[in-house]
């Protein structure tokens, strides 16, 4: 039960900590994460309803931009951040999935290199 209460406890102080842009950037960008892996992070696009190919700079960066930079792909998801913080369903809806990710659901940087 313990556990439990705990865990729930955790979840809401993690969608608390993550209500604005600026906390849920911080958060994507702890534990040396950079990205969401390239299935995930196509899921990011239909969340904030971004398609493949589209003009500027909101495409997630797979297939041929997964040979960017750590620094161009979290920048990349730090711009998608905000994008979708301009509309709070959006937002929302992206907030809950970023936290549902699992751990290995993340591209991390080796923690020895710095971004």
């Not at 040396?32 to 960066?61: A, D, H, Q, Y």
């Not at 930079?69 to 937002?91: C, G, M, P, V, W």
Request: proline share 4%; with cysteine; hydrophobic share 30%.
């Amino acid at each position: 039960m313990k556990n439990s209460l705990e865990s729930i406890a955790e979840k809401n102080r993690l969608k608390r900590k993550t209500q604005t842009k600026e906390g849920l950037i911080n958060y994507c960008e702890e534990k040396n994460r950079v990205c969401p892996v390239p299935l995930k992070w196509m899921e990011v696009m239909n969340i904030i309803k971004v398609t493949p190919g589209e003009p500027g700079s909101l495409t997630s960066l797979v297939l041929g931009g997964w040979d960017s930079t750590h620094e161009e792909k979290r920048d990349r998801l730090k711009k998608q951040i905000e994008y979708a913080s301009e509309n709070q369903d959006i937002f929302q809806d992206l907030q809950r999935f970023i936290l549902r990710l699992k751990d290995e659901d993340w591209y991390c940087a080796n923690p020895n290199f710095k971004l």
